[in-house]
């Protein structure tokens, strides 16, 4: 799981990447606003963690760009701003949590963790598929009958995707934003690539093509 971590204290980022890394996250630091949003623009991250007061642009703003441009990466706020008005702000500018400075490293685990899961419908690390299929949304395997086959980068965020809004139809513009990166290139014969490399590994049935419009995982 990739984290991008936004905090203008040189001794507090290290401590939390520190600890973050130990419990298997890859964490890319910023120290300003926009270098968050480069960042963010090219790459996939699973979380965001972001301080509100850092320079150039702040953490209320940078997320509202990022919700503007149609970029629902789940975020936390953590901040020592803690108003009742700076914590509408922060949900406002579409936040899914807000944790006040100082905080205990477990509990900002807990929220992470907590948010993952809600985002996969999951009380676990894994995400069940159906009785012989599993799916696990920290290492990117695919269980399926006790056997271990772990996805390219592109085949897990596009699995990830479609399970978040299974029973859904996900549309080419959302696959496009979220799989592939802002510098990558995209087409509709790579997808189609991707999409028959899962069917292979979860059935054909469970991912139906919506004509023109994108696909939906059952």
Same mark, same amino acid.
């Given at each position: 799981?990739?984290?991008?971590?936004?905090?203008?204290?040189?001794?507090?980022?290290?401590?939390?990447?520190?600890?973050?890394?130990?419990?298997?996250?890859?964490?890319?630091?910023?120290?300003?606003?926009?270098?968050?949003?480069?960042?963010?623009?090219?790459?996939?991250?699973?979380?965001?963690?972001?301080?509100?007061?850092?320079p150039q642009i702040? !953490?209320?703003?940078?997320?509202?760009?990022?919700?503007?441009?149609?970029?629902?990466?789940?975020?936390?706020?953590?901040?020592?701003?803690?108003?009742?008005?700076?914590?509408?702000?922060?949900?406002?500018? !579409?936040?899914?949590?807000?944790?006040?400075?100082?905080?205990?490293?477990k509990e900002l685990?807990?929220?992470?963790?907590?948010?993952?899961?809600?985002?996969?419908?999951?009380?676990?690390?894994?995400?069940?598929?159906?009785?012989?299929?599993?799916?696990?949304?920290?290492?990117?395997?695919?269980?399926?009958?006790?056997?271990?086959?772990?996805?390219?980068?592109?085949?897990?965020?596009?699995?990830?995707?479609?399970?978040? %809004? %299974?029973?859904?139809?996900?549309?080419?513009?959302?696959?496009?934003?979220?799989?592939?990166?802002?510098?990558?290139? %995209?087409?509709?014969?790579?997808?189609?690539?991707?999409?028959?490399?899962?069917?292979?590994?979860?059935?054909?049935?469970?991912?139906?093509?919506?004509?023109?419009?994108?696909?939906?995982?059952?």
């Amino acid at each position: 799981m990739k984290i991008l971590y936004l905090e203008d204290d040189l001794n507090l980022s290290q401590t939390v990447e520190e600890f973050l890394k130990d419990e298997g996250f890859e964490v890319t630091c910023a120290y300003e606003g926009e270098e968050a949003l480069d960042y963010i623009y090219n790459s996939i991250f699973d979380i965001l963690l972001l301080d509100v007061n850092v320079p150039q642009i702040g !953490g209320f703003e940078l997320l509202r760009e990022l919700r503007e441009a149609k970029i629902s990466t789940p975020a936390i706020f953590i901040t020592s701003l803690n108003g009742i008005d700076d914590l509408s702000k922060g949900y406002g500018c !579409g936040a899914d949590d807000y944790i006040k400075k100082p905080f205990a490293l477990k509990e900002l685990l807990l929220r992470i963790n907590a948010i993952l899961k809600r985002e996969y419908k999951t009380q676990s690390n894994s995400v069940k598929i159906d009785e012989k299929i599993n799916f696990n949304i920290y290492s990117n395997e695919l269980i399926i009958d006790d056997k271990t086959t772990l996805l390219n980068q592109k085949e897990s965020l596009l699995l990830k995707l479609l399970l978040k %809004h %299974h029973d859904e139809c996900v549309s080419f513009e959302n696959i496009y934003q979220n799989v592939w990166q802002f510098s990558e290139e %995209h087409s509709y014969m790579s997808l189609r690539t991707y999409i028959k490399n899962l069917r292979k590994h979860i059935g054909k049935e469970r991912i139906l093509s919506i004509k023109n419009v994108g696909y939906k995982l059952v």
